[in-house]
């Protein structure tokens, strides 16, 4: 059963930076499928969007228009973690941020209801 916990959200000045961890247990790393781990948020009054998102086979990523650039997904294989580092931040950025995982392949990393796994949420204000 994967469980995911994540922690880091804060308020920060527009223009900083701030890193989102996820931890992760239960989660098939060495499995062969297309699993990923992503990164949604939602910010109030709008549906939950997809930010990024790790494919854990092939380490590859994938990043919503508004933040390719600026944000960074990654693994620290160490501590089965998957961060989020936030740069460059701006005031639409606020949002309750998400980690999720979806095991076994398929679908769109960007689809909500493709994950199966979800972190409880952690909010962002800038």
């Known amino acids: 059963h994967v469980q995911l916990v994540e922690s880091g959200g804060a308020s920060v000045q527009p223009g900083g930076s701030l890193t989102l961890s996820c931890s992760v247990s239960g989660y098939p790393w060495s499995d062969t499928n297309s699993n990923a781990i992503a990164w949604f948020r939602q910010a109030q009054g709008r549906e939950r969007e997809g930010v990024a998102c790790l494919y854990t086979t092939s380490g590859s990523t994938y990043y919503s228009g508004s933040v390719k650039g600026r944000f960074t997904i990654s693994r620290d294989s160490a501590q089965n973690t998957v961060t989020l580092q936030m740069n460059s931040v701006r005031p639409e950025d606020t949002a309750t941020y998400y980690c999720?995982?979806?095991?076994?392949?398929?679908?769109?990393?960007?689809?909500?209801?493709?994950?199966?796994?979800w972190s409880q949420g952690t909010q962002v204000t800038v």
């Open positions: 999720a995982a979806h095991v076994g392949g398929g679908g769109t990393w960007h689809a909500a209801w493709l994950y199966q796994y």
